[in-house]
Every structure is written in C-alpha cells, then in structure tokens.
C-alpha cells in the first residue's frame, strides 16, 4: 500500500464509525474492541509526542516522558510538519491536556 492507495471504502467505513461516536467513553469502548492493547498504547504515545511536539519540548524530553525513542518521535514529527494536517486539526479542537 502506498500514500496515494490507503483509502478505501473500508477506511472510509471506519472514519465514519469514529466520528458517530458521542462520548470518550463511547470512543474508550470503540478502540478497545477494535484494537490490541499494544495497538492502543502504540497510539496514545503517538498523540503524547505530538502534543509535546506542539509544546515546544525537545526530543530528549519527549523520550524520557513517554519512552518514545527519538527515532519514533523524529517520525512523528516529520507527519506532524510535513504530514496532512490531521494532527493540528486534531490539536486544535481537543482541550490541552497536560
């Protein structure tokens, strides 16, 4: 699968599944039926690098708070700048969290 090609109608499918969902609670009970808990973890530190990407910390300080490595956080951060823009979409409407 390349960049142009991971659309399809199943993500298409899913998308809209996430967005119908009313609560935390509602979206906790979703993802954790959906997902592994590895998976889920893997995605909660991803989303924890990129709020403290978008708070200005450095890669060493991101690391030793989330135990991503910094070739996960440099990753991240290349979406983040360079990426599609659903990360600051998402940061813009979330309320910040510590």
Same mark, same amino acid.
């Given at each position: 699968m390349t960049d142009?090609? /991971?659309r399809s109608p199943h993500t298409s499918a899913l998308?809209?599944?996430i967005i119908g969902l009313d609560t935390i609670e509602e979206a906790a009970d979703f993802f954790r039926d %959906?997902?592994?808990l590895r &998976? %889920? &973890?893997d995605m909660s530190q991803? /989303?924890?690098v990129v709020r403290l990407l978008d708070k200005g910390h450095s890669?060493? &300080?991101i690391s030793e708070y989330?135990?991503?490595s910094t070739a996960t956080i440099t990753r991240i951060n290349q979406w983040f700048t360079h990426g599609t823009?659903?990360?600051r979409a998402a940061l813009e409407r979330v309320v910040d969290e510590p």
């Open positions: 142009s090609d /991971w998308f809209q599944a %959906l997902c592994t &998976e %889920l &973890e991803r /989303w924890a890669y060493r &300080e989330t135990g991503a823009g659903g990360y």
